[in-house]
């Protein structure tokens, strides 16, 4: 088994979490996405968590001048742009202190319409996407985010990742109510991802630097007007496709509708394409969750229904936060028409042990959600910190005071559990988690190995002569590769089945971790026995399959609740016989050369015992076997 991995000195592998969390951003171990989980270069499993905050005097509570006036066009200028830069260098400060007890690790930066609106600007609206406020880009001006690119935004991110902050950029302002394929609004993010993209520094820094492609769609239509199951594919990956054609190879988080609450048209259209995450928002009241109604069972199916693409790339959730009610007073109605009552500060009004309860179900459920709090004053009491240097966690004070239990709010809640988190899940270019050990048979149908629920929530009863799979709509079982798998030394692929396939399942093959690309795919329709020749893999379209890159394979089908019988699936080279276990062969050495066997957590083993190795050799190589 050839793994395509990168390898490290043994005499660095360990190294504390907290040296880890302050490295300069010129070493924050880049990210990509892989399945449906963010990783490190060393195939660590990452989640971030953190705040979200935008440049704006009026936002940041006027703590620094940004120009001759507070408004929106023209005024802001390049001695605001310091002394933006300086209070935010005060932030992020703040939230890497571990001493004090903050653990973020994750800043959403909004490049806000405050730097790239002026009164000059002239982008041309339609009629049926006029928006108000931050929802109106009539005076954008794309020369002025080239600008404020090179003398705040990317400074910012760069400050950011000086603190071991990963950096998303959102951008300026929201969306309008309704907006169109082919509309005025799509030309408007076409142009600001396009500037954004081909910043020299912004693709230096793409494994750091991530973006997410617009702020709460609420009704996206196609070109004709309409609502229709493309309509979000359609609108989102043109852009997706204009960011790549830049260079621009980092992680992409694209929005669904409704505020961003509803994805579930992705599942059927998703968007194409390697290192693409979906951002996600989160309020009490939304996914038939709050205070009154905050059963984590509940919260989990209900968001999975919503969020279907969970199963299939990583979620961040964007913005997030809560406090317990303190008024009978209605303070707002939220995105979905509902009363929000007064609170100690924040947007959403629900309690940690109620609401936030059923949330923490969420994260800890599906396990590759990335989160970020609506802003810096939702994590900690910033005057706190700028008058007094102390890190104090948000409304912790105030709630005290009223006699309310603080962790009822976020502020102290996700302290609370930023630093649990921070333990596990961190990028590390020194650290290297344990990869996935294959059996005999990389296809076997064994528990721990072979998934059920690769896409959609299947099931199956695994046996030694006999599994049985149910196949829910549209879901996908069978196996994941956490390193690419090199099947380019066999000649077949065999799938034996007992009985023959029901109609409409297929068994197909990813060459990518992304199952959103197109794969080989095989009509298993009533027959049972395939032998699938690895060697002329092709999509639909005619695209190669690269057997050198395997990393999914399994039974599909669009019909609910198929069941397939499987007897076997194996490699073979005459398509009739097993194939013996697949090694990860070594180079020649040199006569003469030695090596000494090192365990995955860095102990010295016999060169004799089974399971991966990593071998130093004398000469100063080192490489990754599996022994059998």
């Known amino acids: 088994m050839k793994l395509k991995s990168t390898f490290i000195a043994l005499s660095t592998w360990v190294l504390s979490l907290n040296a880890v969390a302050q490295e300069t951003y010129g070493s924050l171990p880049p990210l990509h996405v892989d399945g449906n989980q963010l990783k490190d270069e060393q195939g660590n499993k990452v989640v971030l968590h953190g705040v979200m905050d935008t440049p704006n005097t009026y936002f940041n509570g006027g703590r620094w001048?940004?120009?001759?006036?507070?408004?929106?066009?023209?005024?802001?200028?390049?001695?605001?742009?310091?002394?933006?830069?300086?209070?935010?260098?005060k932030l992020f400060t703040a939230i890497t202190d571990h001493e004090q007890g903050a653990y973020c690790t994750l800043f959403r930066l909004h490049l806000d319409p405050a730097w790239t609106n002026g009164n000059s600007g002239a982008w041309k609206v339609d009629s049926n996407e006029k928006g108000d406020g931050e929802a109106d880009i009539s005076k954008y001006t794309g020369t002025r985010l080239t600008k404020f690119l090179s003398s705040l935004f990317v400074p910012l991110a760069e400050d950011a990742m000086d603190h071991g902050l990963y950096v998303i950029m959102r951008p300026p302002g929201v969306c309008p109510e309704y907006i169109h394929v082919?509309?005025?609004?799509?030309?408007?993010?076409?142009?600001?991802?396009?500037?954004?993209?081909?910043?020299?520094?912004?693709?230096?820094?793409?494994?750091?630097?991530?973006?997410?492609?617009?702020?709460?769609?609420?009704?996206?239509?196609?070109?004709?007007?309409?609502?229709?199951?493309?309509?979000?594919?359609?609108?989102?990956?043109?852009?997706v496709?204009?960011?790549?054609?830049?260079?621009?190879?980092?992680?992409?988080?694209?929005?669904?509708s409704g505020w961003q609450s509803n994805y579930r048209d992705y599942a059927k259209y998703p968007i194409t394409g390697e290192n693409i995450g979906y951002a996600v928002h989160n309020y009490a009241g939304w996914y038939g969750n709050s205070d009154d109604h905050c059963?984590?069972?509940?919260?989990?199916?209900?968001?999975?229904?919503?969020?279907?693409?969970?199963?299939?790339?990583?979620?961040?959730?964007?913005?997030?936060?809560?406090?317990?009610?303190?008024?009978?007073?209605?303070?707002?109605?939220?995105?979905?028409?509902?009363?929000t009552y007064g609170n100690y500060g924040t947007w959403a009004t629900a309690s940690t042990s109620k609401w936030g309860k059923a949330y923490k179900a969420i994260l800890d459920h599906f396990g590759n959600i990335s989160m970020t709090l609506t802003g810096t004053g939702d994590y900690i009491d910033i005057d706190d910190y700028i008058n007094k240097k102390k890190v104090t966690p948000a409304f912790k004070v105030a709630m005290e005071n009223n006699g309310v239990d603080p962790y009822e709010a976020c502020g102290v809640a996700c302290f609370d559990?930023?630093?649990?988190?921070?333990?596990?899940?961190?990028?590390?270019?020194?650290?290297?988690?344990?990869?996935?050990?294959?059996?005999?048979?990389?296809?076997?149908?064994?528990?721990?190995?072979?998934?059920?629920?690769?896409?959609?929530?299947?099931?199956?009863?695994?046996?030694?002569?006999?599994?049985?799979?149910?196949?829910?709509?549209?879901?996908?079982?069978?196996?994941?590769?956490?390193?690419?798998?090199?099947?380019?030394?066999?000649?077949?692929?065999?799938?034996?089945?007992?009985?023959?396939?029901?109609?409409?399942?297929?068994?197909?093959?990813?060459?990518?971790?992304?199952?959103?690309?197109?794969?080989?795919?095989?009509?298993?329709?009533?027959?049972?026995?395939?032998?699938?020749?690895?060697h002329e893999m092709k999509t639909a379209s005619g695209a190669p399959i690269d057997p050198t890159h395997i990393r999914v394979?399994?039974?599909?089908?669009?019909?609910?609740?198929?069941?397939?019988?499987?007897?076997?699936?194996?490699?073979?080279?005459?398509?009739?016989?097993?194939?013996?276990?697949?090694?990860?062969?070594?180079?020649?050495?040199?006569?003469?050369?030695?090596?000494?066997?090192?365990?995955?957590?860095?102990?010295?083993?016999?060169?004799?015992?089974?399971?991966?190795?990593?071998?130093?050799?004398?000469?100063?190589?080192?490489?990754?076997?599996?022994?059998?």
């Open 553 to 628: 394979a399994g039974f599909t089908s669009p019909d609910a609740d198929q069941n397939i019988f499987v007897r076997t699936v194996f490699l073979s080279n005459d398509g009739e016989t097993q194939a013996n276990a697949i090694l990860a062969p070594e180079a020649a050495m040199a006569e003469g050369t030695q090596a000494i066997h090192y365990s995955l957590d860095g102990r010295v083993i016999p060169s004799t015992q089974k399971g991966f190795h990593i071998v130093k050799y004398s000469d100063g190589t080192v490489k990754k076997v599996l022994v059998n």
């Open 295 to 339: 059963d984590p069972t509940n919260a989990i199916r209900e968001f999975g229904n919503s969020v279907p693409i969970i199963r299939t790339n990583p979620i961040v959730i964007t913005e997030v936060d809560w406090s317990p009610q303190n008024s009978k007073n209605i303070k707002n109605y939220n995105e979905m028409g509902q009363p």
């Open 241 to 256: 496709d204009k960011i790549r054609a830049n260079g621009f190879n980092g992680i992409i988080w694209v929005p669904g």
């Open 417 to 534: 559990w930023y630093e649990k988190y921070a333990q596990e899940n961190y990028p590390s270019a020194e650290r290297y988690q344990e990869m996935q050990e294959l059996p005999e048979n990389p296809f076997a149908m064994q528990k721990g190995y072979f998934n059920p629920s690769l896409l959609y929530e299947s099931t199956a009863t695994i046996a030694t002569t006999l599994s049985s799979v149910t196949l829910k709509k549209g879901g996908c079982s069978g196996w994941r590769f956490e390193e690419e798998l090199d099947l380019s030394s066999y000649n077949y692929l065999v799938v034996s089945l007992m009985r023959n396939a029901p109609k409409n399942t297929y068994f197909k093959i990813w060459d990518s971790s992304n199952i959103a690309n197109e794969p080989y795919i095989v009509d298993m329709s009533s027959a049972k026995d395939f032998k699938i020749d690895l």
């Open 182 to 239: 082919g509309g005025s609004y799509q030309k408007f993010l076409l142009d600001v991802w396009d500037r954004v993209s081909k910043n020299a520094k912004v693709k230096q820094h793409c494994g750091q630097i991530s973006i997410e492609l617009a702020n709460e769609p609420r009704n996206v239509l196609g070109a004709d007007g309409k609502a229709s199951e493309q309509a979000l594919h359609d609108f989102f990956q043109p852009i």
């Open 65 to 89: 001048q940004g120009s001759k006036a507070q408004g929106w066009w023209d005024d802001y200028n390049d001695t605001g742009a310091k002394n933006c830069r300086a209070y935010f260098k």
